[in-house]
T-cell receptor, first 114, second 115 residues
């Protein structure tokens, strides 16, 4: 079975622009989470979605938004990009919503804001 | 708020030797889960091992084992018979058994394996 897939793998954007990152979970997984990993740090939680509803949100500004589709894939949107948004954005999926369910990560989308 | 601390930014080990990576955490909850993830240069986070806080027995996965000390809030990872492919960043992570489902990660330990 395919793992978590993310696209694009790398992208460069200019300050003030908007970006959309995409994620397809492992087949059979209904929960998707997004994490931001700045260079030299551990991943920071952004969102969790389950059954198309937002179930958790980290300490990120309203410029960050996400959604989950009926096929359980997800998009992360970031508006008005800042230099500080440059990071690896990781998507993770799990079978169910509960915290007893281990999350499995994709390879991430490298975002560089110039 | 829960926190996860990894105090070793970098560790080195000779191939075939054993190394232990440290992790401490802070929480007021009694039920939670702890994880070690490996992040090689490819950047994909790979699950190494998982521990349920309600289980006293330490988790093991082949060459990887943990020393879970709940009272001390310590969760170390032991890698036996280290291999060149073990070289990576290792992250300790915590998630509550109730409420939010976010994972809280430490800052990571870079493991170098010397041939």
């Amino acid at each position: 079975d395919a793992g978590v897939t993310q696209s694009p793998t790398h992208l460069i954007k200019t300050r003030g622009q908007h970006v959309t990152l995409r994620c397809s979970p492992i087949s059979g997984h209904k929960s998707v989470s997004w994490y931001q990993q700045v260079l030299g740090q551990g991943p920071q939680f952004i969102f969790q979605y389950y059954e198309k509803e937002e179930r958790g949100r980290g300490n990120f500004p309203d410029r960050f938004s996400a959604r989950q589709f009926p096929n359980y894939s997800s998009e992360l949107n970031v508006n008005a990009l800042l230099l500080g948004d440059s990071a690896l954005y990781l998507c993770a999926s799990s079978r169910q919503q509960g915290s007893g369910n281990t999350i499995y990560f994709g390879e991430g989308s490298w975002l560089t804001v110039v | 708020a829960q926190t996860v601390t990894q105090s070793q930014p970098e560790m080195s080990v000779q191939e075939a030797e054993t190394v232990t990576l440290s992790c401490t955490y802070d929480t007021s909850e009694s039920d939670y889960y702890l994880f070690w993830y490996k992040q090689p240069p490819s950047r994909q986070m790979i699950l190494v091992i998982r521990q349920e806080a309600y289980k006293q027995q330490n988790a093991t996965e082949n060459r990887f084992s943990v020393n879970f000390q709940k009272a001390a809030k310590s969760f170390s990872l032991k890698i036996s018979d280290s291999q060149l492919g073990d070289a990576a960043m290792y992250f300790c992570a915590y998630t509550s058994a109730s409420g939010t489902y976010k994972y809280i990660f430490g800052t990571g330990t870079r493991l170098k394996v010397l041939a």
